[in-house]
């Protein structure tokens, strides 16, 4: 079975304001205004339109923010959670 491959949000889909620690990400297809901090901005930003699995942004976040100790599980949770709001996707 392959595994997951997320992405973010098309672009088009996605009004982005930087608010401080915070990003408004307003989600077009919803009408909803998402406040998000780290490291929600950190994933979206990564995954980028091509998507990724959760083992390869695992890696990109721990080389690009030099994070030490990595939880893939805690990862897909927030995966999860972006899917839930509409501004990741499943591909």
Do not use: Q
Not at 16 to 27: G, N, P
Not at 43 to 52: F, N, P, R, T
Request: glycine letters at 6%; a negative charge.
């Amino acid at each position: 079975m392959p595994e997951t491959l997320y992405r973010m949000a098309r672009p088009e889909s996605l009004r982005i304001a930087h608010l401080d620690s915070f990003l408004a990400v307003y989600h077009r297809s919803s009408g909803i205004t998402h406040l998000i901090t780290a490291p929600a901005p950190e994933i979206m930003a990564v995954l980028g339109e091509a998507g990724m699995t959760v083992a390869a942004l695992t890696e990109r976040l721990a080389a690009d923010y030099e994070l030490g100790d990595t939880d893939p599980a805690a990862l897909a949770a927030r995966l999860d959670e972006l899917v839930a709001a509409g501004l990741v996707s499943i591909a």
